[in-house]
Every structure is written in structure tokens, then in C-alpha cells.
């Protein structure tokens, strides 16, 4: 006589390999999400320091004449002081210290412990009556720096918890 030995169900032992696959799936997921995560972080700091470049470029635009009065070192303020030239008419002086101002509140809002610095070389055509409206003959560069913790992680164990220094470069003519 012969039997038949049938096995019905799972063994233990596939059931736990089947959960061990399963779990290194989901770490391997859960990895991804935080490189996912973290890039898109540096990503959105990115197009923030874009968008403040370009924001004070079209300030030095709107206030030709005077573009040399916008090179300086931008700390990014806390904000205690006032943008001035809230009068209905404004000086041209006034308004570079306004949006010097402004710009420093911006950088200090919208990118972690930013510091920015714009230098400009050429000459300011016109003069007399002409300034305030004449163009600008030559190339301003502007260098916004952050920082933040990025992917990019030093070699040495002992500055891995360090966030890293960003930097932002661009070259226009106002």
C-alpha cells in the first residue's frame, strides 16, 4: 500500500524568509525616500537663491544710474532695520538702500544663514542730467552662499554631521 504524504500550507521556514525579503524591500524603500527627500530640499534652496538673484538684478535694472551703489557684502539681516523710502516719491539714493534692505531680509528669510556679495566692473555711461537713467557698461557678478545639509558627505567621521556650504554664481549685466 502506498501513501501519499501531501504538505498543505506554508513551512515556518518560508514564511519567515518571505517576511525577511519583504522587510529589506521596504528599508531599501524607506532609504530612497530620504535621499528623495533631501534632494528636493536642495533643489527648492536652489531655485530660492535663483529667485533672489534675479530679484535684485531686476532692482539694479529699475535703478540704473546707480548700479555701483548695490556692490557691497550682504550679510542677510534680522530685519530690525526699516526699508525706508515710504514717502510717494523717492530719491534714486533711497531707493538702492531700500532694496539693499529689502534683499537682506530675503536672504535671511529664504535661505539658512545666507550671505550673498555683488561686484560690478565697468563704467557707468552719462553724466549730468543723464544719470539716474543712463545704462550700465560692464558685468556684475553676484555670489549667494548657504548652507545646508546635503547629500555630499566629507570622508572624515568627525565633520559628517557639518552642513555644507552652497554657493550660487552669476554673472549679468544689469
Known sequence: MRILNR???FTLLEVLIAVLVFSLGLLGV???????????HSA?????ASFLAESMADRM?????????????YEGSDGTGEPGCQASVC???AVVARDKEIWNRQLREFLPNADASINCEGTQLGTGAQTGTAPFNGLCTMIIRWTEAGLDRPADASSRDQPATQTFAWVFQP
Open 91 to 93: 530719491t534714486a539714493a
Open 61 to 73: 535694472r529699475g535703478n540704473l544710474g546707480h548700479t555701483v551703489e548695490y556692490v557691497d557684502e
Open 44 to 48: 527648492y534652496l536652489r531655485t530660492q
Open 30 to 40: 524607506a532609504g530612497l525616500m530620504v535621499v528623495s527627500v533631501r534632494t528636493n
Open 7 to 9: 504538505t498543505r500550507g
